[in-house]
C-alpha cells in the first residue's frame, strides 16, 4: 500500500505571494493532519480534517488555511507568505476508527520543504 | 495547556547498550502519550505509545514507562542498534483528538 505522498517536495517562494501544498493520505484513511516543523518551535500542529471538514484548528494566523475533498487529498495553502513561513511541512493520516491517535496509527508524509526568500 | 519537555537535546550510546529517552509534561489531562522516530528528510515514524491507564507498554526493544506523579514518562531501547540513530519526538494526545503536541526533539546517536 502506498504511504502519504506530499507534492511538491521542495518550494522555493518569495515574501507576499501565496503557496499551496497537497497531500494524499493512505487509501481508506479519512483522518487529515498538518503539521508545521521549524528549528525555533520544533512541530506544531496546524489543523486536521475529516470527511471535508475541519475538526481541529492550532494556534496559527488566518494566512493559514486548508481544505479536505472527498477523496480525503488534502490542501493546505499559505498567502501572503513571511520569512517566518520558512518550515517543512508535514501531513499525516489515520483511519480514524479509535477516535485519536493514541489507539490509531497517525502516518506521517516525507513533506514538503518551503523556502520564503 | 499541555507541555511536552524533552530537556536532552542529545544522547550518545554504544551499540548494544540500554539508550534512555526522557520526557517531563506538565498537564495531568491526556489521552496518551507517544514516542516517533525521525530521520532527515523523512516523516516522522510511530514507535510506540501508552494510554493515560497504564504505567508501562512494551513492543519489541521499546518499552515506555509513565510515571504519572512524576509527570515523567521514558522510552527505553534495549539492545540499541545503530539504525536507531535518529531524532525522537514524544507527543501527547487528548480527549480523542488527533492534534498531538510534540517536544522538540532527543537526537540519538547509536556509536557502534
Not at chain 1, 520544533?42 to 475529516?50: A, P, R, S, W
Not at chain 2, 491507564?53 to 534495549?78: C, M, P, Q, Y
Request: one cysteine or more; proline letters at 5%; charged letters at 15%.
Amino acid at each position: 500500500k502506498a504511504g502519504v505522498t506530499q507534492t511538491p517536495r521542495y518550494l522555493i517562494k518569495t515574501r507576499g505571494q501565496q503557496v499551496t501544498l497537497s497531500c494524499s493520505p493512505i487509501s481508506g484513511h479519512r483522518s487529515v493532519s498538518w503539521y508545521q516543523q521549524t528549528p525555533g518551535q520544533g512541530l506544531q500542529f496546524l489543523f486536521e480534517y475529516f470527511s471535508e471538514t475541519q475538526r481541529n484548528k492550532g494556534n496559527f494566523p488566518g494566512r493559514f488555511s486548508g481544505r479536505q475533498f472527498s477523496n480525503s487529498r488534502s490542501e493546505m495553502n499559505v498567502s501572503t507568505l513571511e520569512l517566518g513561513d520558512s518550515a517543512l511541512y508535514l501531513c499525516a493520516s489515520s483511519l480514524d476508527t479509535s477516535g485519536g491517535p493514541g489507539g490509531d496509527t497517525q502516518y506521517f508524509g516525507p513533506g514538503t520543504r518551503l523556502t520564503v526568500l | 495547556d499541555q507541555q511536552v519537555k524533552q530537556n536532552s537535546p542529545s544522547l550518545s550510546v554504544q551499540e548494544g547498550r540500554i539508550s534512555i529517552l526522557n520526557c517531563d509534561y506538565t498537564n495531568s489531562m491526556f489521552d496518551y502519550f507517544l514516542w516517533y522516530k525521525k530521520y532527515p528528510a523523512e516523516g516522522p515514524t510511530f514507535l510506540i505509545s501508552i494510554s493515560s491507564i497504564k504505567d508501562k507498554n512494551e513492543d519489541g526493544r521499546f518499552t515506555v514507562f509513565l510515571n504519572k506523579s512524576a509527570k515523567h514518562l521514558s522510552l527505553h531501547i534495549v539492545p540499541s542498534q545503530p539504525g536507531d540513530s535518529a531524532v525522537y519526538f514524544c507527543a501527547y494526545s487528548g480527549a480523542g483528538s488527533y492534534q498531538l503536541t510534540f517536544g522538540k526533539g532527543t537526537k540519538l546517536s547509536v556509536i557502534p
